[in-house]
């Protein structure tokens, strides 16, 4: 009878861990472009070379921002940069180039980018930074251990993304900075929200966000102009 009921009880704890939901949701974009939408139209086509870096750090962990590889990128990100680059009305042909910490022992592929960046009218180098707490964490997992996800805990992200564009002569003619927060909840009822709120759509449309922002200034001050 006891083996029963202790059966009972790791069912039904099972059963709770198993209906354990989630839900995301995401801040406005901060340092979001104020100007209005004017397009470039007229200008002469250019050519620009991006270079994009992904990096993460835990907050109280990690010592230094480390470099994501090529399958730690976001998914999708190819097609949001597509998406994106409507934006830019004047741009014609274009090349791009994601740093890993593997150049470092790789000098052909830094040799390659240097080279690129001489070929084309302009650089953009653009800088993905995702940061989260190893505290909080740390104490939050416990928290949702313990209370077999009862109490609703939140697991936050912090993202940056910083731009400089460069002319031809690599003189630095402009800088740019977003900052967004993506709060995760983890509580058992949160299931039935959790369709509408998962956390991969919150964080690519952080990235849309930050992508087309970034852009819409860029063709709004006609940085991109010969």
């Keep these: 009878?006891?083996?029963?009921?202790?059966?009972?009880?790791?069912?039904?704890?099972?059963?709770?861990?198993?209906?354990?939901?989630?839900?995301?949701?995401?801040?406005?974009?901060?340092?979001?472009?104020?100007?209005?939408?004017?397009?470039?139209?007229?200008?002469?086509?250019?050519?620009?070379?991006?270079?994009?870096?992904?990096?993460?750090?835990?907050?109280?962990?990690?010592?230094?921002?480390?470099?994501?590889?090529?399958?730690?990128?976001?998914?999708?990100?190819?097609?949001?940069?597509?998406?994106?680059?409507?934006?830019?009305?004047?741009?014609?042909?274009?090349?791009?180039?994601?740093?890993?910490?593997?150049?470092?022992?790789?000098?052909e592929r830094r040799a390659k980018r240097d080279s690129m960046m001489a070929l084309y009218d302009y650089t953009i180098k653009i800088r993905f930074k995702t940061e989260t707490s190893f505290s909080r964490y740390f104490l939050g997992t416990l928290a949702s251990t313990f209370s077999a996800t009862v109490l609703p805990v939140r697991y936050s992200q912090h993202y940056t993304m910083e731009a400089q564009v460069y002319d031809s002569d690599q003189r630095l003619i402009a800088t740019y900075k977003r900052q967004a927060r993506l709060g995760k909840w983890v509580e058992t009822l949160l299931i039935f929200v959790y369709p509408f709120h998962p956390e991969a759509r919150k964080r690519e449309e952080i990235y849309v966000g930050f992508m087309h922002d970034l852009f819409r200034q860029i063709e709004s001050e006609q940085v991109l102009r010969i």
């Design 1 to 107: 009878m006891k083996r029963l009921l202790r059966l009972g009880h790791l069912c039904v704890i099972v059963s709770v861990l198993f209906l354990t939901g989630c839900a995301s949701f995401r801040s406005g974009i901060e340092g979001a472009y104020q100007g209005g939408g004017q397009k470039n139209f007229g200008a002469a086509p250019v050519s620009v070379f991006f270079i994009f870096s992904h990096v993460r750090q835990i907050k109280g962990y990690d010592a230094v921002p480390k470099l994501n590889n090529k399958y730690q990128i976001l998914s999708g990100f190819d097609d949001i940069f597509i998406d994106s680059i409507t934006e830019l009305s004047n741009l014609g042909g274009y090349a791009t180039y994601t740093e890993f910490a593997s150049d470092v022992s790789a000098p």
